[in-house]
């Protein structure tokens, strides 16, 4: 069976989704499936640029291929008679961010008439593949909100979990993943304010130099940068996962996150207790407040709240990582079972 994987790429930026598409060809290779990956270049600015990607998306053509497996706007446009969606989610910014005020197609009527374009494509790509799966909950619910599709979820495993065996704590509280406004690390830093004795360590990629900017000029006005290591880079595996096995938490605040998220499924699987927020979405399927982390509001003052939790009982941050262990454990991810069902 040949089996092509499709996603996109925008350049010099890589996260959750990247980590996916690369471990997804790795794991159909080691099941014995020919398989391969192909990225398609991709840019939502300017947002008329939308509608020459979905049409340079829409007119490719492939040949000598059994299953198309796609997994991001505009890649799972590409026409194909045997497609499987993985559909980490759609060009949100023409869904729900629209929706609370976070997009950045124009709010008059050519903006509207991307946004109709979006969708259109989006319900043919989806009426003609076979199955669709999603990675969360989150993720069906606004399939079929939006799109009225129906949906298997079907959740990514955890990448090389033989890396995070957990540790002894070093006393930080660990932020990972991209920097971007989106992730909210800002708001970390700023909670330092509220946690006397706490200490950060903020470790990814940031996605434009603005990006990294602006946490060490927060970390200035707050005056808490004795109290900041910022890893602003793209970190090895093996570096990131020793930075999760010493920590004392990790802390994981997207807005409205389709999925658990790596950063989240790693620190449970050291038996590290996560802190997120209550409107990050996908996450909150599995962190629960005081029992496997903390759940706290998108403030600087109830996120100092849970910092200052963390660091004055570090007996009890360690009991809600076990907990967490637990209950990525009971979830039973592994790829050979994914594979199976992406294949099948």
């Excluded at 869904?95 to 950045?104: H, R, T």
């Excluded at 989006?122 to 129906?150: C, G, Q, W």
């Excluded at 009890?316 to 637990?326: D, F, L, P, S, V």
């Amino acid at each position: 069976m040949k089996v092509l994987v499709l996603s996109t790429m925008v350049p010099f930026v890589h996260g959750g989704a990247e980590e996916l598409f690369v471990h997804l060809v790795r794991n159909l290779k080691a099941k014995g499936i020919d398989a391969e990956g192909f990225r398609i270049p991709f840019t939502w600015n300017p947002a008329e640029r939308l509608i020459d990607e979905m049409l340079i998306a829409r007119q490719l053509r492939l040949y000598n291929i059994d299953r198309v497996i796609a997994l991001k706007f505009p890649a799972y446009l590409v026409p194909w008679n045997d497609k499987v969606l993985w559909l980490l989610h759609q060009y949100r910014q023409a869904y729900d961010l629209l929706d609370v005020g976070q997009s950045n197609i124009p709010d008059d009527a050519r903006g509207a008439q991307i946004i109709q374009a979006i969708r259109t494509a989006d319900n043919a790509a989806f009426a003609e593949s076979k199955r669709i799966f999603v990675n969360a909950p989150t993720t069906a619910n606004r399939l079929m909100h939006y799109n009225a599709f129906a949906s298997e979820v079907l959740r990514p495993p955890l990448n090389d979990p033989e890396l995070f065996g957990g540790g002894e704590s070093e006393g930080y509280v660990l932020a990972t993943g991209r920097v971007n406004a989106g992730k909210r690390q800002h708001l970390l830093i700023e909670a330092l304010r509220f946690a006397p004795g706490a200490r950060l360590v903020i470790a990814g990629p940031p996605d434009t130099p603005d990006d990294a900017q602006r946490l060490r000029r927060i970390a200035e006005e707050a005056g808490v940068g004795d109290r900041v290591q910022l890893h602003l880079r793209f970190l090895m595996r093996e570096e990131l996962a020793d930075l999760v096995n010493r920590a004392l938490a990790v802390a994981y605040l997207p807005f409205d996150e389709d999925s658990l998220g790596y950063c989240t499924m790693e620190a449970f699987q050291a038996a590290k207790a996560v802190i997120t927020t209550n409107d990050s979405g996908g996450v909150l399927d599995i962190v629960q407040h005081q029992r496997n982390g903390w759940v706290s509001a998108p403030a600087p003052e109830a996120l100092g709240e849970a910092l200052a939790a963390m660091h004055a009982d570090a007996a009890r941050a360690a009991r809600w990582g076990g907990e967490g262990r637990a209950a990525m454990d009971a979830h039973h991810l592994n790829w050979s079972a994914t594979i199976e069902r992406l294949v099948a």
